[in-house]
């Protein structure tokens, strides 16, 4: 049996061959606890060390990296821990910020926040002049995403970071999708991201804290982790990040020639879809489309080679439409025929003719 052709990056990408070699040690024989303080202990503590100094390479200077278990964790230390810590109350966010930050920014509305969502075009940016209106002496945090998950637009990080300086809020990037792949905020003060975005493992993240960012800790007890996050760090998977970092830094150049090739032949293969969020601000990797009137359940069913998404895997199993879409301004017939297929280092343009020829095949029998 032929393996499925995999065209669902932004869900999770391929582990790199470095990656998981440089974890096996660490699985096998250096089962050490690297907050032990024996000869065992300070080599796994060596080992997340050098990871992080690779992690940190892709990202700005002048601040420091902090593990966790992912993303989401990341993102929930970094906008529950700084709303603690600040006098002010008010936090501003993008209409179409993944469910870890929207849900995260609802939850601090629930506990007596206030809450600012900024609205988008139907090219899926947002939408600056209602950002300064909103960013204001009382604004605490603005978040911005960097690339979106579900249509990969690109956001003006610089600008809306700017905007949070001057009045003197925190500005804090989901960087999952971006990192390792495009320019992140220059003055950002508090970044998440993710390992397995960047062909790296699964349950690991990191959140990148400005120096001078001081924000309260969400979970308590040894403090092993810089005193923000407490909990025995795994060599392995810091291990892993660390090589998917370094390789993402190696080969930027390669992966985005690549990525940008994949880009141009699918709009070519999808030329009669019609392309969800801007194409100029955007990245490649990522080609959200929709048909009208095709049942994209049926088509996922139909197409059993190609494994791609109808949105965000995170909310996938919810029913609830894509909020993204629905931002953009797009009805429900529109949201629920489109899908989303995404691509990167280990996808050939081969893979990728196979997959349109599958979907269209299918999408004319509808």
């Not at 250096?30 to 024996?38: A, C, D, K, R, V």
């Not at 700017?162 to 508090?190: H, I, K, T």
């Not at 909990?231 to 020639?257: I, K």
């Amino acid at each position: 049996m032929t393996d499925p052709i995999y065209l669902d990056y932004q869900a999770t990408t391929p582990m790199a061959p470095e990656a998981a070699a440089a974890m096996r040690h660490w699985i096998d024989a250096g089962y050490w606890n690297p907050h032990s303080s024996h000869k065992g202990g300070r080599e796994a503590a060596a080992a997340v060390e050098v990871a992080r100094d690779q992690v940190a390479a892709l990202l700005p200077e002048h601040g420091r990296v902090i593990f966790t278990s992912g993303a989401t964790e990341a993102i929930n230390m970094a906008l529950i821990g700084a709303m603690r810590r600040s006098g002010r109350k008010k936090l501003v966010n993008i209409a179409t910020e993944h469910a870890a930050v929207r849900d995260t920014a609802f939850w601090l509305e629930r506990e007596g926040y206030k809450l600012t969502l900024l609205p988008v075009d139907g090219k899926g940016l947002v939408d600056l002049d209602a950002a300064r209106a909103a960013i204001d002496g009382e604004t605490a945090i603005v978040a911005a995403m960097a690339v979106n998950n579900e249509i990969g637009v690109i956001q003006p990080l610089d600008e809306l970071a700017a905007m949070a300086r001057q009045a003197g809020a925190l500005f804090m990037s989901d960087a999952v999708q971006g990192y390792g792949r495009v320019p992140l905020a220059r003055d950002a003060d508090m970044i998440a991201i993710s390992a397995h975005k960047i062909h790296g493992p699964k349950g690991i993240g990191a959140l990148w804290l400005r120096d001078g960012v001081e924000i309260a800790p969400l979970i308590h007890g040894g403090g092993q982790e810089q005193g923000l996050r407490s909990g025995t760090l795994s060599p392995a998977l810091c291990a892993g990040f660390g090589v998917a970092a370094r390789l993402a830094d190696e080969r930027a150049e390669q992966d985005a020639a690549h990525v940008a090739a994949l880009w141009d032949e699918a709009r070519d293969l999808f030329a009669d879809w019609t392309v969800n969020g801007s194409t100029e601000h955007r990245y490649r990797g990522n080609l959200n489309i929709r048909r009208e009137g095709i049942d994209v359940a049926r088509l996922m069913s139909d197409v059993r080679g190609v494994l791609f998404s109808a949105g965000s895997a995170c909310a996938s199993g919810s029913g609830r439409p894509s909020h993204v879409l629905a931002a953009l301004g797009l009805g429900d017939a529109a949201i629920k025929s489109s899908i989303r297929l995404g691509f990167g280092r280990y996808t050939t343009g081969q893979e990728l003719e196979i997959a349109a020829d599958l979907i269209n095949r299918a999408t004319e029998a509808q």
